[in-house]
């Protein structure tokens, strides 16, 4: 594949950059839009290669963008010269940052495979590039999600007051914006003109946005003592802006490229995580639907289960999200053990339950003992300090409208997880949910939490589903828990159905319509 290719698109001259997988795969890959023709990339190419191979950094689409004048294009307001006989700055940095999100983005997006939300894309460059990277993010926050400050010219006439003086940034920080900021510690040293600041101002950017609430896991600020303002330094920290910005392929959750190519449902990828509070090992599949997210991002579920479920779920929404009258399309995020088994006994009792000692549960069938118990609260830790965070990163996800499913075990942690982490999710499907563990402890747990849902209106909604075929006993207290919902006045929704004719696994085809309903559709 040849490795760069020259282009024009409108009146810009571009250089781009496909990468190594590009034309042997149909994935999509993040972009990053570059000033001064891509010069950061160009002079640490083979490095770059390195790192992909090496799964280090994720692939990532590089766009050079040439200029014929950098001290007009790139800069914010006009200003006068620092010295010398040097022209001043014209500053028509808006235009051109209009032009790259308006033109040349479409145009890149519309011809080639990549990701086209602004967590995807990323403006980067260095000294006025830099500059002008930062003003990309702060009047188009729309389109660049990842911006890349190196060496950037903070000390240009105007901007900290600017910076400082303003009621709010316009970066939502609750969005997954991030910032790299690299310096040399010797940049304008030597300078007797304004551009003796740069070392100062770009700390004092540093501080303003720790000082401002963003958060310290999206915002990068590298310093190099003997750093000096020259291309050598600024190539030696574009890979490092790349991994901070679009991060590696991921070791934890590890994409695994095998079990994609055999996974059959389209739009799906496959990762391996592991719980770093337990060490336990989950396989996670994340199905994302071909249509592109709404503003707000894609309504999410999150599946137990997921070696027999997922398959069945990720296909009925496919199916059911198509137009023009189908259902709002969602992801898919299934969590599942690395196994073929469908259901993953020792495991699942394991994360599905709170301990429960022998005289609390009933005999096991065939007398055999109960595996090892009281995950739980463990489990519900790694779905939202790890892998809520992961996804989220993947892929936009409207976090106002997330849904927690489980069946049978799993619909007793999905009922455990509402009652005991209430908030963690808006909405929660629990299906033939096992009522019974430690002598249905749902019941006594309810009434502890109760007065919560009773006092501060905490809303969620619930959907409980059995089929008619199951167990008695099963069905039995599914509606008495429902029952006991529904007696006091909260802010929780229940909502009851029962499935003609299904058992206690024929039921877990037949629910999924009114499962993706109940996640999608909101009044």
């Known amino acids: 594949m040849k490795l ?18 590009y034309e042997d795969s149909d994935r999509r890959y993040p972009v990053a839009y570059v000033q001064d ?8 190419i083979r490095y770059l290669e390195h790192l992909f191979a090496s799964e280090q950094l994720g692939e990532v689409i590089l766009v ?50 990549t990701l086209k939300e602004p967590e995807h ?35 240009y006439e105007g901007v900290m007051e600017f910076i400082s003086n303003s009621s709010e940034l316009q970066y939502d920080l609750q969005r997954d914006l991030r910032i790299y900021m690299s310096i040399g510690g010797l940049e304008g040293k030597y300078k007797t003109n304004s551009q003796r600041n740069m070392v100062r101002y770009n700390e004092e950017l540093h501080k303003l946005l720790q000082e401002r609430g963003f958060p310290e896991d999206r915002l990068t600020f590298e310093f190099e003592p003997e750093g000096t303002h020259d291309d050598l330094f600024m190539i030696k920290r574009f890979p490092e802006a790349l991994k901070r ?35 336990h090992e989950y396989r996670i599949f994340i199905a994302v639907p071909d249509s592109p997210p709404p503003e707000e991002g894609y309504p999410v579920i999150y599946s137990l289960d997921a070696n027999a479920s997922f398959a069945t779920l990720a296909e009925s929404m496919r199916m059911q999200a198509r137009g023009p009258h189908g259902l709002p399309a969602a992801v898919i995020v299934g969590i599942g053990y690395d196994s073929t088994d469908p259901i993953v006994t020792g495991e699942r009792f394991r994360d599905y339950t709170v301990y429960a000692d022998a005289s609390e549960l009933p005999l096991r069938p065939g007398g055999l003992a109960w595996p090892q118990t009281g995950g739980a609260d463990a489990f519900l830790d790694f779905i939202e300090q790890q892998l809520k965070p992961e996804v989220e990163r993947y892929v936009r996800i409207n976090t106002s409208r997330q849904t927690l499913f489980g069946h049978s075990l799993g619909g007793f942690l999905t009922l455990y997880g509402l009652f005991a982490r209430p908030g963690t999710f808006q909405r929660y499907a629990a299906a033939s949910p096992s009522v019974w563990w430690k002598n249905h402890m749902l019941y006594s747990k309810w009434e502890e939490v ?23 006993s099963m069905i039995r207290d599914a509606r008495e828990l429902v029952r006991r919902l529904r007696l006091t006045e909260t802010g929780l929704s229940v909502m009851f159905k029962e499935i003609e004719e299904e058992g206690h696994v024929s039921v877990l085809p037949s629910l999924m319509s009114p499962l993706l309903r109940f996640a999608t559709q909101y009044e």
């Open 37 to 44: 023709g891509g010069f950061l990339f160009t002079g640490c």
């Open 121 to 155: 894309t990323a403006m980067i460059g260095g000294s006025l590039g830099g500059l002008i990277s930062w003003f990309a993010g702060y009047w188009r926050p729309e389109v660049f999600g990842r911006l890349g400050l190196l060496s950037a010219s903070l000390w």
């Open 64 to 113: 050079g963008l040439e200029t014929e004048d950098r001290n007009a294009e790139y800069t914010p307001w006009p200003a006068g010269s620092v010295g010398g006989n040097a022209d001043g700055f014209g500053g028509k940095g808006r235009d051109y940052v209009d032009e790259v999100a308006d033109v040349l983005k479409p145009y890149i997006d519309a011809n080639y495979r």
């Open 450 to 472: 109760k007065p919560q849902f009773t006092a501060s209106g905490r809303s969620a909604e619930l959907l409980v589903i059995v089929g008619t075929e199951e167990k008695e």
């Open 245 to 279: 910005l679009f991060g590696p392929v991921p070791k934890s959750p590890v994409f695994d490229r095998d079990d994609t190519s055999r996974y059959p449902v389209p739009g799906t990828v496959v990762w391996r995580m592991n719980a770093k509070a337990t060490g």
């Open 4 to 21: 760069f290719r020259q282009m024009t698109i409108g009146t810009r001259e571009v250089l781009l950059c496909l990468p190594p997988s």
